[in-house]
């Protein structure tokens, strides 16, 4: 990494009184007399690709191709395993909470950040400081798809398909390819623009859309994914957030991978992340979880999360220099405020700059998306980072103030044809929730016994 990116550091009394005087300036992001309430049930849908497929192919594999494939993409094998609880994630959709662009439940507010999505991926190709982009001008599907495949234009254009307003390859045709194609670099491309076309960016099932491929084109640069993938999991969750319904299109995989890295207390692995082999992903895929809870236990779960119950910093994620700012934009440019979250680095909380993340959501569809990409790719050339861990209490009495001043009820209405009100719905005492929590507890030992 560049020496004059690492100098871009400020600690955190700096980043304290820059973030306060900001926030004090331009104001919050929610617009006057808007209430963060998270009242509305979501029907989100969280359907699947099947990957029985993409499994069976990577199990087939000898260590040397699977080595290869780890030193160029990283630990994205490690997502094929890792199964979706939909009940579960249709209890986390719940608490997303769109105006700040983080899961808030009860007093306990987290979201995904940068540097835990670059943790989990695991891989060292991935340079933090090079953000994508998508470029005002790419080569067309057709030519990308030669590049990636080494196939020719006859093989590919034969197989270009329209699904609604995009392009795209069908599954069945990246398999035949992954098996039969003589060169092996080929082979690990395919494979790794299959798993994010199919896992990674699941937006049109059973295919690889184009868009994909435009973020694939980038890897060899050094190109991390990270905020596109965190972009988007934001912008799918806003989105069936706002309509109340919808299917999300984001990562679901390594979206649970961090839930599961945060919830309640977790064996400490902090003698092995230091390790050259060492995989948080691999670690999590081996752990057994119990998926028979309801949707409706999950939710009466989350509302009464507490502070003590939470793993503020996923054990797997060494100290460093966290992303604050990028440029002139206050968020990040990823959709999120990375302020409001410094209790996952173990730093002290204290008032986020939280304007303009209703602005900084849109799609490569939109009017003037051009002029975001160049705006972004430039902010993230003079990205600041915040050195160090603060310690004393994790929150400080001005953050208090601020979050307090909107109170989130989190519950949220009954479906339709139920006479039960929702309060005695989803109540749970508090003796209750704790045999909830020993219940879990109970399962995940009887599964490592056996």
Known sequence: MEKGFLDRVEDNAAVRVWSEKTQREKGDSLVEGYESELWDFTHISVTQNDLQELREIWNSWNDEIKQLFYCNYGDLPYLLDIKVDKYLFRALAQFWNPAYSCFTFGGVDLVPTVE???????????????????PVNVPPFLKKLMSITGMSEQWVTARIKQKGDSKCIHWGNLRDLILAHPD?????????????????????LGHVDEAVSDLFDRFDKGTTPVPAILAETFRSLNACRRTDEGRFIGCAQLLLAWFHSHFWKVDKVSYRVF??????????????????????????????????????????????????????FDWGASGYAPLLVLRQYRSRQFIPATRGLA?????????????????ISNAWNQTRRMKGFTAGPMTTPEYEWWWGR????????????????????????PSKLEIIKQDLKKGALNLEGR
């Open 116 to 134: 835990e999505y670059m943790a989990l991926l695991n891989c060292s190709k991935i340079q933090a400081d090079r953000a994508y982009s998508r």
């Open 184 to 204: 092996l670099k080929k082979r690990v491309d395919v494979f790794a623009l299959s798993i994010y076309g199919l896992v990674v960016f699941p937006k049109a």
């Open 275 to 328: 390790s050259k082999d060492y995989s948080p992903l691999r670690e999590l895929v081996a752990t057994p979880r119990r998926d028979d809870i309801s949707e409706e236990k999950w939710i009466a779960i989350l509302q009464n999360l507490r502070v003590e119950d939470v793993e503020w910093r996923a054990p797997w994620l060494i100290p460093d220099e966290i992303l604050y700012r990028c440029g002139d």
């Open 359 to 375: 602005q900084c959501e849109f799609s490569y569809k939109d009017d003037g998306y051009k002029k975001k990409v160049r705006e």
């Open 406 to 429: 909107r109170v989130n009820d989190n519950i949220p209405k009954p479906n339709q044809g139920s006479t039960q009100p929702i309060e005695e719905h989803l109540r749970v005492v």
